[in-house]
């Protein structure tokens, strides 16, 4: 018999009208890592949730080792030996790595005596799992990796289990996602239980040992890693085949559309975030900036879409300049033919708490034809959302459902229609697929390809390479703030990671 | 996980769980009447009856509740756009400048709606500019406004101190109060719109300028939801850096807002100076501005919200001070305490019914699907 650490039985949950998991079954054995795949919006997070009590299930059953348990909240969740690391991190920002460790977990009322014996075991912990951190380091001056390794390190010392991660390599780098692994693998041969929400197929396909598959709140699959293929999993997510390969033709660059020249950008503490960069962009064509988060790509989106101040440089847009180093105003160079898919869809291209309709004006809301004088014209404004869910096939095709609850790759939908609709002269993207199931990257990459082949420039920026080298027709890598080098689409990986750690660069900037 | 609570229908979130919470705040404050040894039940009446037993109690509720109206909706305003201001005491206090100008310049030439819509424009302005530069030096220098509008409520009570003393004072007159105004700087009262439900006015100063409120309820209601400043400003509101990526300035935001906040404030002074006492007195704005926040934290920064609010709170004071007058033992104070009750469990203790009300709602809700089912079946 094999052991189970986990079962669930006939998990019910509905938002309102939204049926979020329908009568799920899944049985998680001990001493694995068991993957869970589904679209955007599938019930992943909230199954997840309903185990470590964030929400009760409407009906169904909880069993950890074979005995029924009632999770109310996460405290009965850590005391049935369950941890979890959220997507988004729940950490204290100005405590220090030990005393987040301990929030919630004091033996004593006295600190002191607690803190010496944190402290002891947390290196045990460090030592036993491979995961180093400074424990007297202020979190907000961690960079999300360790950020990350502290979550697991919290649930690790409250003595889980069963670990739960919840897309936890969205944020990583792919140097950071390795290790994250091996910890992983190591959490294993402990026997302890991983569960693992990716929506990156070859993560699933490295690491775990069984995966299911939800689609539309229900469990439709459960396969052994070693026995399935990405092309099975992806249509077992999707319902239909799903293209995983870009199919794009040749690019056929016009005219110069933007040109950056000697760009340079400083952040609040006066540290070059980007420096001195040069390069230009065609119509037709697109131009993929890869390089490891954090080395000044998205000051350098910042600063082109006029929403950062460059100390010095200048850039170009139709030939005419963008006043990057004082008043470049986002929305004046919008009418100009510039559009901007930010990196950060929460905080920065979408107000969550606005209805749909009203995010998908953001930013063209001086336009005429939303406008009746200083008014807007409501029913204008839900006709255009309500044709742009059309074609988009955003879902649920409300205008004025709350955008909050979209999943995640919808809501990107909607940034995505709002931008390309208007046919701008120039496209710039951050990190257009992030956390987007397997359907919706296909349909993204495709809009893309198909801006690209209208004569658009497209400057994309994304943290995957996979990515850019799919979508790219020119790859530029940026490390330290600075390009330093410029490859083809079918340079390797290898040659490119090294770029990206800055290692090739210095020696071609050196010639 | 942004929203933990479940999505509830209309009714239950803006009708049952405000009832309950106020429920629960009076449940609360009549165990302190029981505790100062008297009858909460006995209490609990004169308070509505003094509030609405008469059409004159009724009138003075409205009344009060009408500046609490303006109050409120300043206070709302500003929360869309981010913005706490807290200085609508302030603003409410200079606007009564305006007021008082239009009326001393007019009011033995013209009729009172001529001398009314320039007093409108009067209090709106000064109202505005005394928001203005908490505003800009939020906008410019980095102030923040909590402080500044907090600072500007002494400044305004000071410079009216020396304005009521010295420059609106009449020759000879000991009270620190202007001259009374002639009949063109008195608001006719509504006595006919309580006729229609045959109730009498009586003496309370029940006057058009809650029709004012009620028409600033709608203009507040239009800016916010329909029109582009108002998106810009709920944009601001919820997310600066999406405003920022939107193109909207901030500054400029932050000062509009403002002097529309302020502008909302200062028009507070036309009910009580043209209203009720046909002249401007010391310290004629009584706490209504933080009352406003009150008001605005109840009716969640909605006009729809905001008039009940201001009708309740108009209750409290109307029928708070009948209690005191009824039950000796009963002072002022406590009625003070009754209205903190309301405040702590309408406004701050919001959510806390909340978790069981939903479930509830959503076991009773299941139940009644699965009706539906098997009777489909
Ligand atoms: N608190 C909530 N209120 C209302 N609806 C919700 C809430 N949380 C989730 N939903 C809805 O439930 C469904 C499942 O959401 P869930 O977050 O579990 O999806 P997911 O599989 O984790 O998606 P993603 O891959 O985008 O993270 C979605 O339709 C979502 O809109
Ligand atoms: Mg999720």
């Known amino acids: ?511 | 996980m942004s929203t933990p609570y479940a999505k509830l229908p209309g009714w239950v979130e803006y009708g049952l769980i405000p009832l309950i919470n106020l429920a629960v705040a009076f449940l609360v404050a009549g165990l302190v009447v029981l505790l100062v040894g008297e009858n909460p039940l006995e209490a609990a009446y004169h308070l509505i009856n003094g509030a609405f037993g008469r059409g004159e109690y009724l009138g003075f509720t409205l009344y009060y509740a009408t500046t609490f109206i303006f109050t409120g909706l300043a206070v709302a305003v500003a929360f869309h756009a981010g913005l706490f201001n807290i200085g609508g005491e302030g603003q409410a206090y200079v606007g009564g400048i305006g007021v008082a100008l239009a009326c001393l310049w007019l009011d033995q030439t013209m009729p009172w709606f001529v001398v009314f819509p320039l007093a409108i424009l009067g209090s709106a302005f000064f109202g505005a500019a005394w928001a203005f530069l908490p505003g800009w030096l939020q906008a410019k220098r980095g102030s923040h406004i909590v402080i500044t509008t907090i600072m500007f409520n002494f400044i305004a009570s000071s410079l009216m101190v020396y304005l009521l003393t010295r420059v609106l004072k009449p020759l000879g007159s000991m009270a620190p109060q202007t001259r009374t105004f002639a009949e063109g700087g008195q608001l006719p009262k509504l006595d006919w719109l309580l006729a229609i439900f045959g109730l009498n006015v009586g003496t309370a100063p029940f006057n058009v300028s809650f029709l004012l409120a009620l028409v600033a309820a709608f203009c507040v209601w239009l800016l916010i939801w329909r029109t582009k400043l108002g998106y810009e400003m709920r944009t601001m509101g919820h997310s600066p850096s999406a405003a920022r990526y939107a193109g909207m300035s901030e500054s400029r935001i932050t000062v509009i807002t403002m002097m529309i906040s302020g502008g909302l404030a200062g028009m507070m002074a036309l009910n009580p100076i043209m209203g009720e006492q046909a002249r401007m007195q010391l310290d004629f704005v009584q706490g209504a501005g933080f009352v406003g926040i009150a008001v605005a934290l109840m009716g969640r920064s909605h006009p729809a919200g905001i008039i009940p609010a201001a009708v309740l709170f108009g209750m409290l004071y109307q029928g708070g001070a009948e209690i005191s007058f009824e039950m000796p033992s009963i002072s002022r104070d406590m009625i003070v305490i009754i209205q903190g009750l309301v405040i702590l469990f309408a406004g701050a203790l919001e959510n806390m019914f909340r978790p069981a009300i939903t479930r509830l709602f959503t076991m009773q809700s299941r139940r009644a699907a699965v009706v539906t089912q098997t009777k489909g079946a």
């Open chain 1, 1 to 511: 018999m094999d052991n189970i650490a986990i079962e669930l039985r006939g998990i019910d949950k509905s938002f309102g009208p939204v049926h979020a998991n329908k009568n799920i079954n899944l049985k998680v054995r001990k001493g694995t890592i068991h993957g869970i795949i589904g679209e955007n919006g599938a019930g992943k997070s909230t199954l997840m949730s309903i185990l470590y009590g964030f929400y009760q299930a409407d009906s169904g059953e909880i069993l950890v080792d074979g005995k029924p348990v009632a999770i109310r909240d996460p405290n009965a969740a850590i005391a049935a030996g369950i941890g979890m690391v959220h997507q988004h991190f729940m950490l204290v920002e100005n405590f220090t790595v030990l005393e987040n460790i301990m929030l919630g977990a004091e033996d004593s009322q006295i600190l002191n005596k607690g803190i010496a014996k944190a402290r002891v075991e947390l290196k045990r912990l460090e030592r036993e799992y491979a995961l180093e951190v400074d424990p007297d380091a202020v979190i907000e001056e961690l960079p999300v990796g360790l950020q990350q390794r502290v979550e697991i390190l919290k649930a690790l010392y409250r003595r889980a289990d069963i670990l739960i991660l919840d897309e936890p390599t969205g944020v990583l780098t792919p140097a950071e996602a390795d290790h994250l692994f091996r910890v992983l693998e190591q959490l294993k041969s402990q026997g302890k239980t991983v569960i693992l929400i990716t929506h990156k197929l070859r993560e699933i396909m490295a690491i775990t040992d069984e995966v299911s598959v939800m689609r539309r709140g229900e469990m439709v699959a459960t396969r052994t890693t070693a026995e399935t293929s990405v092309e099975e999993l992806a249509e077992l997510m999707v319902g239909r085949r799903v293209l995983l390969r870009v199919e794009k033709g040749e690019a056929k660059p016009g005219e110069v559309k933007l040109a950056v020249e000697g760009l340079t950008v400083k952040d609040g503490r006066g540290v070059t975030m980007v420096d001195n960069v040069s390069f230009n962009l065609r119509a037709g064509e697109i131009v993929g900036i890869a390089g490891v988060a954090g080395n000044g790509q998205s000051e350098l989106l910042e600063a082109i879409s006029g929403i950062r101040r460059a100390v010095s440089g200048s850039v170009l847009l139709n030939g005419k300049p963008i006043d990057v180093t004082g008043r470049a105003d986002p929305s004046e160079l919008r009418d100009r033919g510039l559009a901007h898919v930010p990196e950060d869809r929460h905080h920065v291209g979408l107000v969550l708490k606005f209805e749909e309709c009203e995010n998908a004006i953001l930013g063209y809301h001086h336009d005429k034809r939303y406008l009746n004088g200083v008014f807007l014209d409501v029913d204008a404004i839900r006709k255009d959302a309500e044709k742009r869910i059309g074609e988009y096939d955003i879902r649920p095709p409300n205008p004025r459902l709350k955008t909050a609850n979209f999943s995640g790759g919808n809501q990107q939908k909607i940034v995505l229609a709002r931008e390309m609709e208007r046919g701008p002269d120039v496209l710039i993207i951050g990190q257009p697929t992030r956390g987007v199931d397997v359907g919706a990257i296909e349909f993204i990459h495709k809009r893309i390809i198909e801006m690209r082949d209208q004569g658009k420039a497209v400057l994309l920026v994304s943290v995957e390479l996979d990515e850019i080298r799919a979508l790219s027709d020119r790859i530029l890598v940026m490390f330290a703030g600075r390009v330093v080098g410029e490859r083809d689409p079918d340079a390797t990986e290898g040659e490119l990671g090294l770029l990206m750690a800055g290692v090739e660069g210095r020696k071609e900037a050196a010639e």
